[in-house]
């Protein structure tokens, strides 16, 4: 059984996972009006992953006993500066949600909820790996001018399907 305060935790974390799904899905349309269509795909492919992990903390919450609750989404920018500068806010993003996590991990500490603590490490990791990935391609983009965006557009498909 969730107490109160871990309960109020996860569901806060419902809705930025609800966010994140809503900020890619934005990205991955602002990317492919703009002919960026191998972008695209790994943005709206991040977006279903966020969705993903949202209906996990719902689906965990209910299981437990408490309940998971949607809320409003805010909207999320639906124009970008540029590809580098999107996924600079990608990076940005994704370590604020780690932060997220990190809080979540500390109160199940401070509440002595171990089960919750155990679940929560499935997330720990993927952060890890979220932060990664989206380091690496600023990385790569970082070593780009404008017209190479090009080949680079193609590029990240294949980096997304090596990890
Ligand atoms: Fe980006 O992993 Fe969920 O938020």
Redesign the pocket.
Known sequence: MLNNKIEKILNEQVE??GY?SSLYLAMASWAEVNGYAGIAAWLYK?SD??RQ?MLKLIGYINERGGHAIVPAFKEPPAIQKSVLNMFEEVLR??QY?SQSINEIVALCLEEKDFTTHNWIQW?VT??IE?EAQSQKILDKLSMLNESSLYVFDRDIMSLRNNG
């Open positions: 930025k996972e994140s991040q992953e966020e992990h993003h994704e949600i997330f993927e952060q979220e």
